[in-house]
C-alpha cells in the first residue's frame, strides 16, 4: 500500500502506461525480411542490397532472408518460395518485409502490369508478380511491400485482412533510375531516410518514411508512392526488436511449422525499496514502457484502475444523491441519464462485492480488474456526456464540495463554467502586441511577439456605428477570450490563447492572441481553404488523418456544450514543416495535416447562447449551411455543426 505522498507518482505512472500504449499496440513477436534480387541480371545491386541487409539487421535486430530468383521456371520457384515464407512466419502475431530490387513493368501484349525481368531485353526471364502478391495480401500477419522498380505503382491492389503496406519507387506508368547515373536509386535514400529517422526517433511508420523521401532536395527523379490495404497508411511501426532468435535461412522452410500463439494473462505485484519518487521514477517508467519484452502486449496498473473506478463511482453516486434532494424543476441529470448512471452503478457495485485478488486465480484477477476499467470508462463517458447540460449553479456545487478529483473532469468543468459565464467582459487593457507584419485593411491574420514568444492574432471586425453589433462583438470576444484562456486537452484542436487585441486603424475590430505551437518549427501557416485552392491537390491519406481528428475535436466542443458554429475550411489552421516552395506556390505536402487547428471562433458560443437572426443568402457563407440556416435561420443545433463539418470534409 503506498502513502499518499506518493500517488502523484502512480497517477503520472498510469499516464505514461497509457501514453505508451499507442506505442507498444503495433509490436510483433518476429519481425523477418525476405530480399529479392535476380541471381542472373544486368543491374548492379549488389552494394545496395548489402547494406539494407545490414540495417534490417543491425539497426532493427531483424531476422533477414535473401532469396536469388532463378532464371528457370521463375515463377514456380517464387510462389514455392512465398509459400513456405509465410507458412513459417506468417502467423498473426508476426511482420513481414517483401523487397524486391530489379526490372519491371507491363507487358508489350498487355497480360500483366505486373512483370518481373532479370534483364532489359525481350529475351530476358521473366515472372508475373500480380499472381504471387496475393498470397501476402490475404496472410494473417502484417505486411510491408517495399518495391524498387519501374512501374511499381501497378502493384497496388484491394483491401485485405491484415495490414498490409506498400512504399513503391514509382507510379505505374513510369520509370525509376537504377543510381549509376545522375539521379539516386529508390533504395538508396530508402536506406538513408531509414537511418536518420531511428537515429532521431527511434522508431519509424511507413507514412513518416514516405514523407521523408518526397522533397526535391532527396534527389529522387520520381516521387515515392505509399498505399495501404486499410483506410489510411501508418498503422505498421518499425522499431529494434528485442527478439532475433527465429530461424534463419529458407532450406529450413521445408520442414518449417508455424509457431501457435497463446494468450497468456499474468499479474505481478512490484516492491519498491523507498516509496515513489523523481529520482526513481524514470527508471521504473523505462521499465515499464520501452525497456519491456517485446512480446509484451499491454501493462496496466491494477491499483490504479480500481482507485480510478472509486472516484468515478463516489462522482456518479453523489450526482444521483442530489438528484433526488433537488427539486423536480432543478434535476442534475435527466431522467435518461438518472437510469443510465444507476445502471451503471449498480454494475460496479456487484463488482466490488466479489473475493479479493488473494482469493482469486490470476486468470479470474485480471477479468475483475479489466471488468472494473471497462464500467470506469463507462462512467466516465457518461459523467462527461451530463456536463454538457449541467448549469453553472450544479456544477459549482460540484467545485466547491470537492466531489470531482479526476483532472480530465476537473479540466471540463471549468471551462463549461467559463461558457456559461454570461458576466465576462473584456478587460479596459488589451493586450500590446510587438507586430512583425504590416496593418492592413481586411486582413485576417498578423504575426507578432508577445513577451519574446511568437503570436499569432486572428481578427474579429464589428460595426462601430452599430450599437447592437458592437455590443454583441464585445460579448463574444469576451466569452471566447476567456475560453481560449483556459488550458484544454490536446484532442480540442485549439491554438493556445493569450488574451485579444483591439485596434481602430483599418477596423475597428478585435483580435484574439495565440501562442504560435512550439512543435512546428516553421512560422509559415495558411488555411486549410487556401491549401485547396492554390496546391490543388491534397493526398487522401492526410484528408483521412485530418478529418478524424477533426472530427474528434468537435465532439470535444460538443462534450461540454461548445458549438462553433462556423465550421469550413477558411476556419481550419494549417503549419509549414518543411519548405517545398515551388513556383512561389507552397505544395500540400509542406503542410502538417497531422496537427490541424480549429479557428474562427467569432461566431462560436454556448450551446445555450442565443441565435443571432440575421438574414444571410450570400454562396460563400451559407456553402457549408445546413440549410435551416440559411436566410432568416432557425436557432442553431449540434447537428448543424455536424452538416458543415460533413460538407467541408468533402475536399475536391
Not at 490470476?362 to 448549469?391: P, Q, W, Y
Not at 505551437?517 to 483521412?544: H, N, W
Request: charged share 25%; hydrophobic share 35%.
Amino acid at each position: 500500500m503506498a502513502d499518499e505522498s506518493s500517488q502523484p507518482y502512480y497517477d503520472k505512472l498510469s499516464d505514461e502506461l497509457e501514453q505508451y500504449q499507442l506505442r507498444r499496440a503495433q509490436r510483433y513477436t518476429f519481425v523477418t525480411v525476405l530480399i529479392l534480387y535476380w541471381k542472373d541480371t544486368d543491374l548492379k545491386l549488389w552494394d545496395e542490397l548489402k547494406e539494407l541487409e545490414d540495417l534490417f539487421r543491425n539497426t532493427f535486430n531483424y531476422n533477414v532472408e535473401r532469396y536469388e530468383i532463378p532464371s528457370q521456371r521463375s515463377q514456380d520457384q517464387l510462389e514455392h518460395i512465398i509459400d513456405l515464407f509465410l507458412i513459417r512466419y506468417g502467423t498473426p502475431d508476426n511482420l513481414v518485409i517483401i523487397y524486391y530490387g530489379g526490372h519491371g513493368g507491363p507487358t508489350k501484349n498487355g497480360s500483366t502490369e505486373c512483370e518481373w525481368a532479370a534483364f532489359n531485353h525481350e529475351l530476358s526471364p521473366t515472372l508475373d508478380w500480380s499472381t504471387i502478391q496475393p498470397q501476402l495480401l490475404t496472410a494473417e500477419c502484417d505486411v510491408v511491400i517495399l518495391l524498387d522498380c519501374c512501374h511499381a505503382g501497378s502493384a497496388v491492389r484491394g483491401k485485405t485482412r491484415q495490414y498490409v503496406e506498400i512504399l513503391l519507387a514509382t507510379d505505374k506508368d513510369h520509370l525509376t533510375p537504377v543510381g549509376t547515373g545522375a539521379w539516386p536509386s529508390f533504395t538508396k535514400i530508402l536506406i538513408q531516410k531509414m537511418r536518420e529517422i531511428m537515429d532521431r526517433e527511434g522508431e519509424l511508420n511507413l507514412r513518416s518514411l514516405h514523407a521523408q523521401m518526397l522533397p526535391a532536395d532527396t534527389g529522387l527523379r520520381r516521387q515515392p508512392i505509399l498505399a495501404s490495404g486499410r483506410a489510411s497508411a501508418g498503422n505498421i511501426s518499425l522499431r529494434k526488436s528485442k527478439n532475433s532468435s527465429a530461424p534463419s535461412g529458407l532450406d529450413s522452410l521445408q520442414t518449417g511449422q508455424p509457431s501457435e500463439s497463446k494468450d497468456h494473462l499474468l499479474m505481478l505485484e512490484v516492491y519498491t525499496h523507498r516509496p515513489l519518487e523523481s529520482t526513481m521514477f524514470g527508471a521504473l517508467v523505462c521499465w515499464l514502457t520501452k525497456d519491456s519484452p517485446s512480446s509484451i502486449a499491454e501493462i496496466r496498473l491494477a491499483k490504479q484502475t480500481v482507485s480510478d473506478t472509486s472516484r468515478f463511482q463516489s462522482i456518479g453516486a453523489h450526482l444521483l444523491q442530489k438528484d433526488s434532494e433537488a427539486d423536480r424543476g432543478h434535476l442534475l441529470v435527466s431522467s435518461r441519464g438518472r437510469t443510465e448512471l444507476s445502471h451503471v452503478l449498480y454494475q460496479l457495485e456487484r463488482l466490488y462485492k466479489t473475493p479479493s485478488p488473494e482469493d482469486l486465480t490470476d486468470r479470474e484477477a485480471m477479468k475483475l480488474v479489466e471488468l472494473l476499467r471497462k464500467e470506469s470508462l463507462g462512467i466516465n463517458t457518461l459523467i462527461e456526456d451530463l456536463l454538457a447540460s449541467m448549469e453553472r449553479s450544479q456544477l459549482e456545487t460540484l467545485v466547491a464540495q470537492k466531489v470531482v478529483d479526476n483532472a480530465n473532469l476537473q479540466t471540463r468543468i471549468k471551462m463549461r463554467l467559463v461558457l456559461l459565464n454570461s458576466n465576462n467582459t473584456v478587460p479596459d487593457e488589451a493586450l500590446s502586441v510587438n507586430f512583425i507584419d504590416a496593418a492592413q485593411k481586411d486582413q485576417r491574420f498578423r504575426v507578432g511577439l508577445l513577451d519574446g514568444h511568437q503570436v499569432l492574432v486572428e481578427y474579429c471586425y464589428y460595426d462601430e456605428i452599430n450599437g447592437n453589433d458592437r455590443e454583441a462583438t464585445v460579448k463574444k470576444v469576451s466569452r471566447m477570450s476567456a475560453l481560449l484562456l483556459e488550458p484544454k486537452p490536446a484532442p480540442f484542436r485549439t491554438l493556445s490563447g493569450r488574451g485579444y487585441t483591439h485596434e481602430r486603424l483599418y477596423g475597428p475590430r478585435y483580435g484574439f492572441v495565440y501562442q504560435r505551437p512550439k512543435k512546428q518549427p516553421i512560422g509559415e501557416f495558411t488555411t486549410l481553404s487556401d491549401v485547396i485552392e492554390k496546391a490543388g491537390y491534397v493526398p487522401l491519406e492526410s484528408r483521412f488523418r485530418m478529418g478524424q481528428v477533426l472530427c474528434e475535436a468537435m465532439l470535444q466542443f460538443h462534450s461540454i456544450g461548445w458549438y462553433h458554429k462556423n465550421i469550413r475550411s477558411a476556419n481550419v489552421l494549417l503549419f509549414c514543416v518543411e519548405d517545398r516552395r515551388q513556383g512561389g506556390v507552397m505544395p500540400a505536402q509542406s503542410f502538417n495535416f497531422e496537427e490541424p487547428f480549429f479557428i474562427g471562433f467569432d461566431c462560436s458560443r454556448p450551446a445555450d447562447a442565443e441565435t443571432r437572426q440575421t438574414v444571410d443568402f450570400t454562396f460563400k457563407d451559407i456553402l457549408y449551411r445546413h440549410p435551416d440556416r440559411w436566410g432568416n435561420p432557425s436557432r442553431f443545433k449540434s447537428h448543424h455543426d455536424f452538416y458543415a463539418f460533413v460538407s467541408f470534409s468533402d475536399m475536391r
